[in-house]
């Protein structure tokens, strides 16, 4: 049988392969669309979610409430390159390729590494990402189209996202030239991300998409027209309020952190991609020490960006996927930057890849639980900085800590009874510290680029501290 003289098996295969690529038609289980947020050196208290009191965040909060809130989520690295590197190779910071934020120039990824979206894109979904890459300059192998981003718009170079009037945006494989910002403020980087971000979702909604949104919001600024570290072209809606103007101007990037976060989840919801697109919400750090005590930026955890305590690593971690994901309810899973990777692979419907720092914590996502008490989380800092060079573990409920400036005493804290790490309590678990010390001897890979003091070699090297 013959339609319009082409045979009747040929149109119906047609049809098929069609509705195959289409990521919907008539699959019974689609390939959900991913969306991954992520803000630059928020606290796990700036959010009303998480206990915040002096900032706004409502649409951050109602994320929360038709979503799933974890309360121990935790970002990749300290920093920001080691945080990105983390979260796209899959690897943990001891074996990631880029570790730490410097030297800038060595943070490369290559063309033998693998990546999220490199995983994704295999799967046939369209990649866009949109911020702070900080993972490959322009013209280097590193770069994010090179890395399985079809489309890419913001910040290439760490540096360069430091500057929230830039003088041109990366914008695929050339620049957006903004001569405006040469004399004046005349283009906002973030309402720029923005817009992108909003169009690249329109384009992409016929079709499986993932989106990386890693906006520079809230990190402090670079230009030296902004002493006391922050540039906002208005500190509304705080500008009346009785504190200093860093103050005033952090409030207000918040703020619009979260407006925009507002228009990304609306515009899902009205395209009627809601029941198939799962949000992810987050921060690559905890939040910046120089950050006002009123805003008590990392709640009750101790530390800040940098440092290797809960408040250097443990983040807000919001999920939202209508019918799949619990709403109002909050998760005390253990969850990490390493595990985007194959979860996100395992929603593709594609083969994890081998030998990877995190595991798939769907079922987590879905409510239920994962094996808290074996898994082993890694991070380590401040290398190429001398005495500075310091590596963590948490083990079940233990976090362990040994750094160079403290002697290579290994501290160790129960997390589930001392979140704030106030209490070291090596003396009275020998054989926990010796187990962790252990760990923290095999989770570092020697690198060239991160050469570290022989001090942390050899599990005789390290010693119980009080």
């Not at 509304?236 to 309020?241: A, G, H, K, L």
Request: glycine share 10%; with cysteine.
């Amino acid at each position: 049988m013959n339609i319009a003289g082409i045979p009747i098996w040929r149109t119906v295969c047609s049809l098929l392969v069609l509705l195959a690529f289409s990521g919907r038609g008539f699959a019974a289980d689609p390939s959900p669309n991913i969306v991954f947020l992520l803000a630059d050196d928020l606290g796990y208290g700036d959010l009303g979610s998480y206990g915040g009191t002096a900032i706004r965040t409502p649409n951050l909060d109602r994320l929360a409430n038709e979503g799933l809130r974890f309360t121990q989520a935790y970002s990749g690295g300290p920093v920001c390159t080691a945080a990105r590197s983390v979260l796209m190779t899959g690897l943990h910071n001891g074996h990631t390729v880029a570790r730490d934020n410097v030297p800038h120039y060595h943070t490369y990824l290559h063309d033998s590494d693998l990546t999220l979206a490199e995983v994704l894109q295999k799967a046939g979904y369209r990649c866009g990402g949109f911020g702070k890459w900080s993972l490959g300059d322009a013209h280097t192998e590193g770069r994010a189209t090179a890395q399985g981003f079809d489309r890419w718009f913001g910040y290439l170079n760490q540096d360069h996202a430091h500057y929230y009037y830039p003088e041109y945006l990366d914008d695929d494989e050339q620049r957006l030239e903004l001569t405006g910002n040469t004399e004046a403020r005349e283009h906002y980087s973030h309402d720029l991300l923005t817009e992108r971000a909003l169009d690249f979702i329109r384009e992409s909604k016929d079709a499986p998409f993932f989106f990386y949104g890693a906006y520079a919001l809230p990190h402090f600024s670079a230009r030296t027209e902004d002493p006391d570290g922050f540039t906002v072209p208005t500190t509304e809606p705080y500008s009346d309020r009785d504190w200093d103007l860093a103050s005033k101007k952090y409030a207000a990037m918040v703020h619009m952190l979260d407006r925009d976060m507002g228009k990304i989840t609306q515009l899902i919801n009205d395209l009627g991609l809601r029941e198939n697109t799962l949000i992810i919400f987050t921060s690559d750090n905890g939040g910046h020490r120089t950050i006002h005590e009123r805003f008590d930026t990392n709640g009750p955890l101790r530390g800040y960006k940098r440092d290797l305590t809960e408040g250097g690593i443990r983040v807000p971690f919001i999920a939202r996927w209508p019918g799949v994901v619990p709403a109002g309810r909050s998760s005390d899973q253990v969850i990490a930057f390493q595990d985007m990777l194959p979860t996100f692979a395992q929603l593709a419907g594609t083969t994890i890849p081998p030998d990877l720092g995190g595991i798939s914590v769907l079922d987590a996502l879905k409510g239920g639980s994962i094996d808290n008490q074996q898994r082993v989380l890694y991070w380590d800092y401040g290398h190429c900085r001398g005495n500075q060079y310091a590596q963590a573990v948490r083990l079940g409920v233990w976090k362990g800590i040994r750094s160079k400036k403290n002697g290579d005493v290994l501290e160790l804290y129960n997390l589930a009874n001392d979140l704030g790490e106030t209490t070291n309590v090596a003396d009275a678990h020998p054989k926990i510290v010796e187990r962790i010390g252990e760990l923290m001897d095999q989770a570092f890979t020697p690198d060239a680029r991160y050469q570290v003091s022989t001090t942390y070699r050899g599990s005789a090297r390290w010693k119980r501290g009080k």
